[in-house]
């Protein structure tokens, strides 16, 4: 349904540009998210985009990363600039639709200090 791509290794203050495809079954969106987890830490928020355009970051990335939205690709983006290496993390998109929540499958980033 979702397809993550874009991560993978980086140097301290680098950048990313991870990308999540929604299926064309997937209609009615809302918003899209992308979401980040360490393996010794919970699921965390990292920024969300509304169909109506509504943007929001976590403080942790504001300032360093961009959401944006292909509508007609039906794919969403998250640009990371000036990584650090507490960025590291599995990195997940999900789209909110008035059908449900989705999942991507998550795509590894990996920031060297």
């Known amino acids: 349904q979702l397809q993550a791509s874009g991560g993978g290794l980086v140097q301290a203050g680098g950048s990313l540009k991870l990308s999540c495809e929604a299926s064309k079954r997937i209609t009615g969106i809302k918003a899209m998210r992308w979401y980040r987890q360490d393996p010794d830490k919970e699921r965390e928020w990292v920024a969300s985009?509304?169909?109506?355009?509504?943007?929001n970051y976590a403080d942790s990335v504001k300032d360093r990363f961009s959401i944006s939205r292909d509508r007609a690709k039906k794919t969403v983006y998250l640009q990371m600039n000036s990584l650090e290496p507490e960025d590291t993390a599995v990195y997940y998109c999900?789209?909110?639709?008035?059908?449900?929540?989705?999942w991507g499958q998550g795509t590894q980033v990996t920031v060297s200090s």
């Open positions: 985009m509304t169909t109506s355009g509504s943007i």
């Open positions: 999900n789209i909110d639709s008035v059908y449900g929540i989705f």
